[in-house]
Nanobody
Framework: QVQLVESGGGLVQAGGSLRVSCAASGRTISRYTMGWARQAPGKEREFVAVNSWSGGRTYYADSVKGRFTISRDNAKNTVYLQMNSLKPEDTAVYYC?????????????????WGQGTQVTVSS
């Protein structure tokens, strides 16, 4: 079992930056593909960034490419999502998730463990 706890969400103005963190416990994340997904009111949950444990490959949704960066610190068992140049449409609850897939985990169903989410609100 892997427990995930997100933190760092909050209110930020458009154009600003925010870093959300995901602290894992129970097992080391070094052999898990880690992802950040978000869900806005009335919309489906979507993945915005994924980091595969094998080869360290990353994936970004087109909507955040060039603005968001996913990273991990295996020694701290923590995953981060650095969000720059934030837009009002980035407003959502952001969830951290862990998958046993080696790579290519881009769907909700690919993930075994989820955090409770942290709210990010971007004002215009």
């Amino acid at each position: 079992q892997v427990q995930l706890v997100e933190s760092g969400g909050g209110l930020v103005q458009a154009g600003g930056s925010l870093r959300v963190s995901c602290a894992a416990s129970g097992r080391t994340i070094s052999r898990y593909t880690m992802g950040w997904a978000r869900q806005a009111p009335g919309k489906e949950r979507e993945f915005v960034a994924v980091n595969s444990w094998s080869g360290g490959r990353t994936y970004y949704a087109d909507s955040v490419k060039g603005r968001f960066t996913i990273s991990r610190d295996n020694a701290k068992n923590t995953v981060y999502l650095q969000m720059n140049s934030l837009k009002p449409e980035d407003t959502a609850v952001y969830y951290c998730a862990a998958s046993t897939a080696i790579s290519g985990a881009y769907s909700i169903s690919d993930y075994n463990y989820w955090g409770q989410g942290t709210q990010v609100t971007v004002s215009s």
